[in-house]
């Protein structure tokens, strides 16, 4: 049983940081891709950025994120604890949403995420429940 289980949000004032957990259990199997997306209320979920795996484990891993993040937000992978963390600095009130991570599982017949894809959701397996964030003074 594939688990992704988010962790980290909070509350948050305009210009500071939090940094997100995505912590993968009940398998140590090798995935594609790691993917933070986000959603409010009304509105489609939305990728906000995204690690990958080329060959599934450890090497050649290529990040992605959307304009609106990019400068302000990190992604990262730490195998030892099966973990994938964001790191979002320099945080907006646009920000608050909830947050959710989603894993590619690899598939040596297919093809990693990429450019043109890995923001889409259905791109992706298996779904975490979501954390909130919101920033607001």
């Known amino acids: 049983q594939v688990q992704l289980v988010e962790s980290g949000g909070g509350l948050v004032q305009p210009g500071g940081s939090l940094r997100l957990s995505c912590a993968a259990s009940?398998?140590?199997?090798?995935?594609?891709?790691i993917g933070w997306f986000r959603q409010v209320p009304g509105k489609e979920r939305e990728g906000v950025a995204c690690?990958?795996?080329?060959?599934?484990?450890?090497?050649?891993?290529?990040?992605y994120y959307e304009d609106f993040v990019k400068g302000r937000f990190t992604i990262s992978r730490d195998n030892a604890k099966n973990t994938v963390f964001l790191q979002m600095n320099s945080l907006k009130p646009e920000d608050t949403a909830d947050y959710y991570c989603?894993?590619?599982?690899?598939?040596?017949?297919?093809?990693?995420?990429?450019?043109?894809?890995?923001?889409?959701?259905?791109?992706?397996?298996?779904w975490g429940q979501g954390t909130q964030v919101t920033v607001s003074s």
């Open positions: 989603a894993a590619v599982l690899f598939n040596p017949r297919a093809r990693p995420p990429g450019r043109s894809d890995w923001y889409l959701p259905h791109e992706y397996d298996y």
């Open positions: 009940g398998f140590t199997l090798k995935f594609h891709a």
């Open positions: 690690i990958v795996s080329s060959d599934g484990v450890n090497s050649d891993r290529t990040t």
